[in-house]
């Protein structure tokens, strides 16, 4: 089954920070990572899918990049709105055990 | 507007069967463009995916489920069920269902609805 290792667990940051979070795929993926927002008592929301591209509708701060199995969602700059929990998503339809998710990154207010 | 919606019980005994079902407004659950998911989440923990179902009756499972799990599509009723059997406390979660793209992963998800799994 493939693993998707997610870092950092917690960030602390400030309106107008440019925040990072990676998830890095314990096999070849291809580009099948989406990046989703969660906040509490919500379901998650689509941010990012095929590891770059941005869904409909998202703001522009809001970028994915790849390298190899390591994949990186960029806040440009942090909004109040952006506080809230991140997970990405490998959805290779190929992959033994199917779907999985990163353990979430939560983005808290320094 | 594509629109999921999930209902069932909100307890369930242990080594009873959760059953839940989504309603899909805006979109055919027969077409050929999307798969249907179910997904959960314990309380306090992150997303677990427990599996998907296509048009065709073609499916595919959490490995750490699949021996309780079964999942149907009625075309009619333009909705898709899950059965999870022999359930305990761990399995208590808020279960959401979710359309599937193979371009877009999981586009559109239910509110979400909370199952306790309690005597």
């Known amino acids: 089954d493939i693993q998707m290792t997610q870092s950092p667990s917690t960030l602390s940051a400030s309106v107008g920070d440019r925040v990072t979070i990676t998830c890095r795929a314990s096999?070849?993926?291809?580009?099948?990572v989406a990046w989703y927002q969660q906040k509490p008592g919500k379901a998650p929301k689509l941010l990012i899918y095929?590891?770059?591209t941005l869904q409909s509708g998202v703001p522009s701060t809001f970028s994915g990049s790849e390298s190899g199995t390591e994949f990186t969602l960029t806040i440009s700059s942090l909004q109040p709105d952006d506080f809230a929990t991140y997970y990405c998503?490998?959805?290779?339809?190929?992959?033994?055990?199917?779907?999985?998710f990163g353990p979430g990154t939560k983005v808290d207010i320094k | 507007q594509v629109q999921l919606q999930e209902s069932g019980p909100g307890l369930v005994k242990p080594s009873e069967t959760l059953s839940l079902t989504c309603t899909v407004s805006?979109?055919?659950?027969?077409?050929?463009?999307?798969?249907w998911n179910w997904i959960r989440q314990p309380p306090g923990k992150g997303l677990e995916w427990i599996g998907y179902?296509?048009?065709?009756?073609?499916?595919n499972y959490n490995p750490s489920l699949k021996s309780r799990l079964t999942t149907s599509i009625d075309t009619s009723k333009n909705q898709y069920s899950l059965k999870l059997s022999s359930v305990t406390t761990a399995d208590t979660a808020v279960y959401y269902c979710?359309?599937?793209?193979?371009?877009?992963?999981?586009?559109?998800w239910g509110q979400g609805t909370t199952v306790t799994v309690s005597s």
């Open positions: 979710a359309r599937g793209g193979t371009l877009s992963g999981l586009d559109v």
């Open positions: 805006g979109d055919s659950v027969g077409g050929a463009g999307h798969y």
């Open positions: 179902i296509y048009y065709s009756g073609t499916t």
């Open positions: 096999q070849n993926i291809g580009s099948w």
């Open positions: 095929k590891a770059s």
């Open positions: 998503l490998q959805y290779n339809s190929y992959s033994p055990g199917g779907f999985t």
